[in-house]
């Protein structure tokens, strides 16, 4: 169903997904209104969607997602809210205290706003880290919404993502002021690559700096499967339409979905290969040191984070849950978002890569600079 006429809200809209959402949306519907909230908004950044979004009007939004203020005036008047706005920290930089103001209470506080403001819906951005792995790496293999699995998260970004996604969900069906109820869902996409991954940036800077050689921090059989930006954006869009069309409210609404598309399933590192190679990349045969060696390594660096706590910020460059993580079997299917919410992957897997490392192509003359002045 179109969203055509509506004004919609995305928050995090400068971030990576965020703003390959603003451009999808302006692609492929015709709003009123697109409201971006996010703490900066980019003057470049609205100078390029101007060029494209035709009669759709664009507003910017800046501050913290904890203003009450300002979530009322940006939700003022809007049907649906695009929440993919977090922080995302992997290696236990940030203070708990931070990741949970962001990202749980920012969640609660702009939930209560669309019951004030009568949004009728409301789309969360989760992460595939709520739902694991686990402690004991167990695997997942082409897993579901119904796979069964037993996981204490431990990592500060996993736990928070894990309590916003509860308190997006469980807020389907709230009552509005104007007496219409609130529809909720949830996407969890696989870790996010494209144009503008930053993380990929980060290997490639790293590889420079080792010969053009990356540095191999996965075993070859930890497989999981990355989704495209463009394939994520397009399933928020779908999932908004279904939230909008009263046959398939109620089968979305309250539930998550896993988001991936046909990118072939591989380690996190041999997927940094696979891009890079082309460019001239190579990669290490075997990680630096054993797996259960590192495990060790990182729990005696945790142990000296903690000591050193009092005197001096320390955060390890590898903790034992994000080396699980790298290690573990891990892969997901799309087949319920396809069949609740008609989602399909716009983007082959050749496009999607070609796409990637073409802007990868364009970043490594200006990393190598910057490089070379350190």
């Known amino acids: 169903m179109s969203m055509q006429g509506d004004v919609c809200v995305v928050t ?179 870790y996010i690559y494209g144009e503008g991954c930053r993380y990929l940036l980060g290997h490639m800077s790293d590889g420079i700096q080792n010969g053009d050689v990356l540095y191999r921090t996965s075993r070859l ?12 954006a397009l399933a928020h869009v779908l999932a908004a339409r279904a939230l909008k069309d009263p046959k398939r409210r109620s089968t979305i609404g309250g539930n998550f979905y896993y988001i991936s598309d046909d990118t072939p399933a591989v380690s996190y590192s041999d997927f940094n290969h696979v891009v890079l190679s082309p460019l001239g990349f190579s990669i290490q045969e075997k990680p630096v040191l054993p797996i259960p060696l590192l495990y060790l390594i990182c729990y005696l660096l945790e142990v000296l984070q903690i000591m050193l706590r009092p005197f001096k910020h320390f955060t390890p460059p590898l903790n034992r849950q994000l080396l699980t993580m790298l290690n573990t079997p891990f892969t997901f299917s799309y087949l319920r978002a396809q069949q609740d919410m008609g989602y399909a992957p716009r983007y082959s897997w050749e496009e999607a890569c070609k796409r990637t490392m073409d802007w990868v192509a364009s970043q490594i003359p200006k990393e190598r600079e910057r490089i070379k002045r350190k």
């Open 12 to 190: 995090g809209a400068c971030g990576f997904l965020g703003e390959r959402l603003v451009r999808q949306l302006l692609e492929d519907e015709k709003l009123a209104e697109i409201r971006l909230l996010d703490k900066h908004v980019r003057s470049d950044l609205i100078q390029s969607l101007e060029e494209v979004r035709g009669e759709t009007a664009l507003s910017v939004f800046e501050g913290d997602i904890r203003d009450s203020g300002l979530l009322r005036r940006a939700c003022r008047g809007a049907k649906l809210v695009f929440h993919t706005a977090s922080l995302i920290d992997v290696v236990g930089k940030m203070d708990y205290s931070e990741l949970h103001g962001v990202n749980v209470t920012g969640t609660q506080l702009l939930l209560e706003t669309c019951i004030q403001e009568n949004v009728t819906s409301f789309i969360y951005t989760s992460s595939i880290e709520v739902a694991g792995p686990n402690a004991n790496g167990d695997p997942i293999i082409n897993g579901d919404e119904n796979t069964p699995y037993t996981c204490s998260l431990k990592f500060p970004y996993s736990r928070t993502k894990k309590e916003a996604e509860q308190a997006a969900l469980q807020a389907h069906g709230e009552e509005l002021l104007n007496g219409c109820r609130l529809a909720t869902c949830a996407l969890r996409p696989m």
């Open 221 to 232: 059989e930890a497989r999981v499967n990355p989704v495209y930006v463009g394939n994520a």
